[in-house]
């Protein structure tokens, strides 16, 4: 909910304040969950893309994970921290408002270095990671493609998982049909371990 508040805020600011020549795709989820409250000074990550939505720390900390998660399925990726704190694996959680923005953003990076600018910028999707550390798993109810169309503009040192929703027809619970993906809090955990071994 407060993340949509700043899209929304921002979108009416554009184009009726500013009247900019532009348009917001927005897609909201049907499921009633609780809704965090965000952290201080996200405002530019929403926009962008993604921000730092909590570190969960390992007392007796054996690793550490980056989970990216977008729209519903991030209530299963703060699930999924919440296990791998107490298993020992400190989990930076990210959540991804629009793998679109963090795409397009670093394609024009890629483009601007390509065509030889010397002020080309960094990716912004690889400047916010740049403080957490360990694997990075993406887990999204979309096809794996989405968080895929990132996977250029990461830190290249770092193992990149992506867990999607690949297929169609078929009608079940919300909780089956993530654990059937896999894209649910125990895939997120296995899939983190899979990446730490």
């Known amino acids: 909910a407060g993340e949509m508040a700043v899209i929304v805020d921002q979108g009416i600011r554009e184009m009726m304040i500013e009247q900019r020549d532009v348009f917001y795709y927005v897609t909201l989820m049907n499921e009633n969950y609780a809704q965090p409250s965000l952290p201080d000074g996200v405002k530019e990550g929403i926009l962008k ?13 054996t690793g550490s994970v980056t989970l990216l998660g977008s729209g519903a399925i991030l ?5 999924a921290a919440e296990q791998l704190a107490d298993r020992g694996v400190t989990a930076f959680v990210y959540s991804v408002t629009s793998w679109s923005e963090l795409a397009r953003d670093g394609l024009a990076c890629q483009d601007a270095r ?3 600018a010397t002020n080309a910028g960094v990716p912004f999707i690889y400047s916010q990671l740049g403080t957490s550390q360990g694997p990075i798993i993406a887990a999204t109810d979309y096809v794996h493609a989405l968080p895929e169309s990132v996977r250029a503009y990461l830190p290249a040192d770092r193992r990149y998982l992506t867990l999607g929703t690949d297929g169609f027809g078929r009608s079940d619970t919300r909780a089956a049909l993530r654990e059937y993906f896999g894209v649910d809090a125990a895939a ?4 983190t371990l899979l990446a730490l071994e």
């Open 188 to 191: 997120i955990v296995r899939a």
């Open 114 to 116: 390509l065509a030889g």
């Open 75 to 79: 209530t299963e990726v703060i699930k």
């Open 49 to 61: 893309g993604c921000y730092l939505f909590n570190t969960y720390r390992a007392k007796n900390q």
